[in-house]
T-cell receptor, first 113, second 111 residues
């Protein structure tokens, strides 16, 4: 199993540009999540999904969209990038129920100029 | 709202010394607690998952204890090695399907 994979590993955007961070898992996990990690603030939940077609907001959802059309994929879209979105983004997955062990991808390091 | 705190923020020890990392949480109604390791520029690797019904969980040189009533968990790493240098994060799930993370303890093991 590849586990949780994320692409790209690094990305530089200009303010106002849009892009999609890709996340895929091959463990048939129902739950998937997106976190951002910022120095001194730890990891914060952006959006999560409890199954295909079902998504919900986390702590810091503004400026981001998600969709879950398949069990395997959970892309994160930045609608109009802002410097405040400079961060490291992690995708995670876990089997239901929600409190099972979570598995994380390697992360995407995003810089918005 | 669940708040997770890790103290100390950084720790430097000589090789061979035992490591003690602390994690505290404000809401004791947790399902489990998970310890992660993060190497610089890398993702999170799950080390141990300790269920709310357990007092301890062990894996090799790692031992995690959990005291729900006092809102504390401790990760012990025996006989530390330079390869143990990393940031260690603890996390607890909230009822609304998210993990609340501590800010981490950055460990340096000096050869």
């Amino acid at each position: 199993n590849a586990g949780v994979t994320q692409t790209p590993k690094f990305q530089v955007l200009k303010t106002g540009q849009s892009m999609t961070l890709q996340c895929a898992q091959d463990m048939n996990h129902e739950y998937m999540s997106w976190y951002r990690q910022d120095p001194g603030m730890g990891l914060r939940l952006i959006h999560y999904s409890v199954g295909a077609g079902i998504t919900d907001q986390g702590e810091v959802p503004n400026g981001y969209n998600v969709s879950r059309s398949t069990t395997e994929d959970f892309p994160l879209r930045l609608l109009s990038a802002a410097p405040s979105q400079t961060s490291v983004y992690f995708c995670a997955s876990n089997p239901a129920p929600s409190y099972n062990e979570q598995f994380f991808g390697p992360g995407t390091r995003l810089t918005v100029l | 709202k669940q708040e997770v705190t890790q103290i100390p923020a950084a720790l430097s020890v000589p090789e061979g010394e035992n490591l003690v990392l602390n994690c505290s949480f404000t809401d004791s109604a947790i399902y489990n607690l998970q310890w992660f390791r993060q190497d610089p520029g890398k993702g999170l690797t799950s080390l141990l998952l300790i269920q709310s019904s357990q007092r301890e969980q062990t894996s090799g040189r790692l031992n995690a204890s959990l005291d729900k009533s006092s809102g504390r968990s401790t990760l012990y790493i025996a006989a530390s090695q330079p390869g143990d240098s990393a940031t260690y994060l603890c996390a607890v799930p909230s009822n609304d399907y998210k993990l609340s993370f501590g800010a981490g303890t950055t460990v340096t093991v000096r050869a």
